[in-house]
């Protein structure tokens, strides 16, 4: 092992180790902090500024009266609908996945998290497509058509598109209950008595955790409430900026909007911080299959046919409204500058995400004071809505201590990415780090020569998985994001996902449907790929 090159190499700086150890962790926290915090520190020290020389201008703006109040209380609205009926949804769909922890239906069950990352304007238009069909359907019997617009229609693609999500947390937490619990309790009452009174209560604050994400991922975007002609709060923040181009008055203006989403993250974060505790992966929590309710059957069949409906509309409703082949190649040869810079910034984010986000998620994995503080941090990013990172940027732009050589170039995009998803490549790292054996790091430190050799030969290849994890996650929701993007894109210079919201507002739903198809392979091809690799690669990981 000692005849190793790279180990001969390294030898030498064994005792320096600790340091530059330190030092690496030390600046990739301060990289991460920096990147994620920034833009809404710039913002919020301009806006400190200009309140200081004119107070009543501020004020009027950080109080949402006028139209502001009934949009704030609409976007609230819509948000609460999007996810109250989206939880209800994934608790149904996780407990019927839930039993499926043998062979090969125990990957099958956390598939529906790939199709996380398509973006929302892709749901919009396969659920348009579909309606369409509907409507043609009804005027051939001479029918009334349906009417897919304003706050109803926007609801019900929001919650379609977070149904995966709604999903996968509700299942992430059912996983953490203790099979022993549940078996004790099969034997004095009923299944159903037992999920009402033993599983829900303990899994609940995961539950309402992943309901807290709902709400927050639903109040944020304007993408979709834009389409079906919906005006909520977070576009209104994109419209003042626009139309005064004042960072300090956008972030003035989304003040309500920030009191009401920190208050969902603080109330969330106790169930996120306890999601994570590693769960029984391999204890069948049903070791006799469940006896439900014929009603309670048919609504988790119910939820899973909503389920496999998303899928369906997606690919067989874009896959019409796309045309033939010849339509959709032009479609994508005209695309081909999108694509391959979507591509650019996404894998650029993926691999500059880790850094930070491993050191982050070493700092969550801590027993110290400051845990929390880095909760905060970590969940912040979810509090802000996508337009405001983008102003951030903007105004972080015209200081003087920001780089003049990312000024105007596609780097900025890649910084927007970074600042919206770093902390989700660290959530997924703490899950990984959780899950290894402390005994297996000690071991290799007694028994090797250097910190650089376990480094190496132990650490990483144990945390490869999480590393890879988090690079694919980062690389899927950098290729559908919007918010952001839309604002700092260069002149010239566009993703893929804005060329298909812009075409959105101008029909040509042919060349939409084909760009859309385009996008949405590209995330399940990543997504099914990082899978794949994952799965293989905890199978050569020791099973203890």
């Known amino acids: 092992m000692d005849s190793h090159p790279l180990v001969a190499f390294l030898r030498p700086c064994r005792w320096f180790a600790p340091v530059i150890r330190d030092m690496g962790h030390r600046g990739a926290l301060l990289v991460g902090v920096a990147v994620v915090m920034g833009p809404f520190l710039v913002l919020l020290c301009q806006l400190g500024r200009d309140a200081v020389a004119d107070h009543s201008q501020w004020l009027w703006l950080a109080i949402p009266s006028g139209r502001r109040g009934p949009l704030l209380a609409r976007s609230l609205l819509l948000a609460c609908g999007v996810a109250g009926a989206g939880t209800v949804l994934g608790v149904l769909g996780a407990i019927f996945l839930w039993r499926w922890q043998k062979g090969w239906l125990s990957y099958l069950r956390w598939l529906p998290l790939i199709l996380l990352p398509v973006p929302f304007c892709v749901h919009a238009l396969a659920w348009w497509t ?42 992430l937490g059912l996983e953490t209950v203790d099979p022993a619990l549940i078996e004790a309790g099969r034997l004095v009452r009923s299944d159903i008595a037992t999920l009402g009174r033993i599983v829900l209560p303990l899994a609940a604050p995961k539950i309402l955790a992943g309901a807290g994400f709902l709400f927050l991922l639903s109040i944020t975007d304007y993408s979709v409430p834009s389409l079906f002609q919906y005006h909520v709060y977070a576009l209104e923040i994109f419209a003042e900026f626009s139309a005064s181009h004042e960072p300090a008055r956008a972030l003035a203006m989304s003040l309500p909007l920030l009191l009401v989403t920190v208050g969902v993250v603080v109330g969330s974060i106790t169930g996120l911080r306890d999601s994570l505790q590693p ?47 010849t339509q959709m190649a032009d479609a994508v040869t005209s695309a081909v500058p999108e694509i391959t810079y979507s591509l650019r910034i996404a894998s650029l984010t993926a691999v500059l995400c880790l850094p930070p986000a491993l050191a982050m998620a070493r700092e969550l994995q801590k027993d110290k004071g400051d845990k929390l503080l880095w909760w905060l941090i970590i969940a912040a990013t979810l509090a802000i809505p996508a337009p405001l990172i983008g102003v951030g940027l903007i105004s972080l732009g015209n200081t003087p201590w920001f780089p003049r050589f990312m000024s105007g170039t ?47 030969q132990v650490e990483l290849p144990i945390l490869a998985p999480g590393l890879l994890a988090g690079a694919g996650l980062a690389f899927m929701l950098s290729i559908g994001e919007l918010g952001a993007t839309l604002l700092v894109a260069p002149p010239g210079q566009a993703t893929l996902v804005m060329r298909i919201y812009n075409y959105l507002h101008y029909g040509a739903a042919d060349t939409v449907a084909s760009l859309c198809l385009v996008l949405a392979a590209t995330v399940l091809l990543a997504g099914c790929g990082a899978a794949l690799v994952l799965a293989a690669w905890f199978r050569l990981l020791p099973r203890s």
């Open 410 to 456: 596609g780097m900025v995009p890649v910084l927007a990415d970074l600042s919206r998803f770093t902390p989700w490549a660290a959530v997924v790292l703490l899950v990984q780090l959780k899950s290894v054996n402390p005994l297996w790091i000690e071991a290799a430190r007694v028994l090797q020569t250097s910190r650089f050799q376990t480094w190496f």
């Open 130 to 171: 579909l309606v369409d069909g509907v409507n043609y359907g009804l005027a051939w019997f001479g029918l009334p058509a349906l009417s897919f617009q304003g706050g109803l229609a926007a609801g019900w693609v929001q919650m379609m598109a977070l149904l995966p999500l709604a999903v996968g947390l509700a299942l």
């Open 279 to 325: 769960p029984a992966w391999t204890i069948n929590a049903w070791e006799r299959p469940p006896e439900w309710s014929r009603y309670f059957v048919v609504l988790q069949y119910g939820a899973m046919g909503l389920l496999l409906s998303l899928v369906t509309v997606l690919l067989l409703g874009l896959g019409i409204s796309a045309g033939g082949w």
